[in-house]
T-cell receptor
Framework: DVKVTQSSRYLVKRTGEKVFLECVQDMDHENMFWYRQDPGLGLRLIYFSYDVKMKEKGDIPEGYSVSREKKERFSLILESASTNQTSMYLC?????????FGQGTRLTVV | GESVGLHLPTLSVQEGDNSIINCAYSNSASDYFIWYKQESGKGPQFIIDIRSNMDKRQGQRVTVLLNKTVKHLSLQIAATQPGDSAVYFCAENMESWGKLQFGAGTQVVVTP
């Protein structure tokens, strides 16, 4: 089975902190994605990567950056966390269009 | 304007009945469609998929129907069980390398 693992289930951070969300997949997929999920807004794409060291902005990249140094790992970085970044963050890897999701990280910024 | 925090459409189903969840997709060029199930506090899980060269695909207790004429997708769950309570949403593949567009989702509540 494909496994996508996010480093934390729950995080509480303070406004202004730099936050790292880590994601690892074990299926050698080239494409990886970061989404945030908010009530009434569904899944929104933040950033994606189709190869090591490659990254592309999604629909809502502002306030975020990403890092893909190794194929299996895709990190989402909140440079200076703000309360409006409180959300559920979902990482996915994708093979031929089928996305496999991690369990999600519920981030609260206080 | 649209308000933040809209409630999801809810489908209330009695245990043992069949469920039908509907989804309208946006891009007539989409060629791959997926249904996901998301339980509270968890990540979405793959249920079933269908390519645009098919109209129907069956899995275990689930069937997906695709109507390309009206850009409509449905998920049928047979003999709905309490464990089927979750949010279900559809996704369409809009580009060849796999960028998915997700629907807003439907909350399914199974009552005894």
């Amino acid at each position: 089975d494909v496994k996508v693992t996010q480093s934390s289930r729950y995080l509480v951070k303070r406004t202004g902190e730099k936050v790292f969300l880590e994601c690892v997949q074990d299926m050698d997929h080239e494409n990886m994605f970061w989404y945030r999920q908010d009530p009434g807004l569904g899944l929104r794409l933040i950033y994606f990567s189709y190869d090591v060291k490659m990254k592309e902005k999604g629909d809502i990249p502002e306030g975020y950056s990403v890092s893909r140094e190794k194929k299996e790992r895709f990190s989402l970085i909140l440079e200076s966390a703000s309360t409006n970044q409180t959300s559920m963050y979902l990482c996915a890897s994708n093979f031929k269009g089928l996305a496999f999701f991690g369990q999600g990280t519920r981030l609260t910024v206080v | 304007g649209e308000s933040v925090g809209l409630h999801l459409p809810t489908l209330s189903v009695q245990e043992g009945d069949n469920s039908i969840i509907n989804c309208a997709y946006s891009n007539s060029a989409s060629d791959y469609f997926i249904w996901y199930k998301q339980e509270s506090g968890k990540g979405p899980q793959f249920i079933i998929d269908i390519r645009s060269n098919m109209d129907k695909r069956q899995g275990q207790r689930v069937t997906v129907l695709l109507n390309k004429t009206v850009k409509h997708l449905s998920l049928q769950i047979a003999a709905t069980q309490p464990g089927d309570s979750a949010v279900y949403f559809c996704a369409e593949n809009m580009e060849s390398w796999g960028k998915l567009q997700f629907g807003a989702g439907t909350q399914v509540v199974v009552t005894p």
